[in-house]
């Protein structure tokens, strides 16, 4: 079945960049999805990318696709102290609507 | 902006009890979902829902769950029998097409004694 992996943990200074980083299996993925946990609180879409573009960039937020490796990456810029949360990335593959999760990311971002 | 809304936010119940889980999905939005994250452990797919059937389901999703959607606005995960094991957090999702991002509530902490 579909598996996607995240490292556990990634601690940054505040002002620096965050990469966060993410593999999947499947192949047939046509989204691919990021998620923000803060503590006690759902899962907030911070965005997503469609697996026909290479890159998504949102204000700070820089997504990169790299289809071949099945290799995801979030990068946060000018990390600030709020950015402090689990991120998940998610993948959804063709005519499903299930979304497979990866196990999350700790980001710490230290003052 | 719109949310999904989750209530309780905390249910605590005895093991072989039913509870009920209750969502309200964003007003315009027509697919609903389930899903549950175990203390430690991913966030897991249960169940998706649309025009008042289930559309997709995963093996977890067995014959102590059930879903509903009572009224125009209700969304229910119903839980026969609990066990331990169901102890987790509820997540119900919603979107308002069959490829666009799920929207996320708060999530429903479910502790079963």
């Known amino acids: 079945g579909e598996d996607v992996e995240q490292s556990l943990f990634l601690s940054v200074r505040e002002g620096d960049s965050s990469v966060i980083n993410c593999t999947y299996t499947d192949s047939s993925s046509t989204y691919l999805y990021w998620y923000k946990q803060e503590p006690g609180a759902g899962l907030q879409l911070l965005t997503y990318?469609?697996?026909?573009?290479d890159m998504k960039q949102d204000q700070r937020l820089t997504v990169l696709l790299n289809k071949k490796d099945k290799h995801l990456s979030l990068r946060i810029a000018d990390t600030q102290t709020g950015d402090s949360a689990i991120y998940f990335c998610?993948?959804?593959?063709?005519?499903?609507?299930?979304?497979?999760f990866g196990s999350g990311t700790r980001l710490q971002v230290q003052p | 902006e719109p949310e999904v809304t989750q209530t309780p936010s905390h249910q605590v119940t005895q093991m072989g009890q039913e509870v009920i889980l209750r969502c309200v999905p964003i007003?315009?939005?027509?697919?609903f979902y389930w899903y549950r994250q175990i203390l430690g452990q991913k966030v897991e797919f249960l169940v998706s829902?649309?025009?008042?059937?289930?559309?997709?389901k995963s093996e977890i999703f067995d014959d102590q769950f059930s879903v509903e959607r009572p009224d125009g606005s209700n969304f229910t995960l119903k839980i026969r029998s609990t066990k331990l094991e169901d102890s987790a957090m509820y997540f119900c999702?919603?979107?308002?097409?069959?490829?666009?991002?799920?929207?996320f509530g708060n999530g429903t902490r479910l502790t079963v004694t």
């Open positions: 999702a919603s979107s308002d097409r069959p490829d666009s991002p799920l929207h």
């Open positions: 007003s315009n939005h027509l697919y």
């Open positions: 990318i469609f697996s026909n573009m």
């Open positions: 829902f649309y025009n008042n059937e289930i559309s997709e």
């Open positions: 998610a993948e959804r593959d063709t005519g499903r609507r299930a979304l497979t």
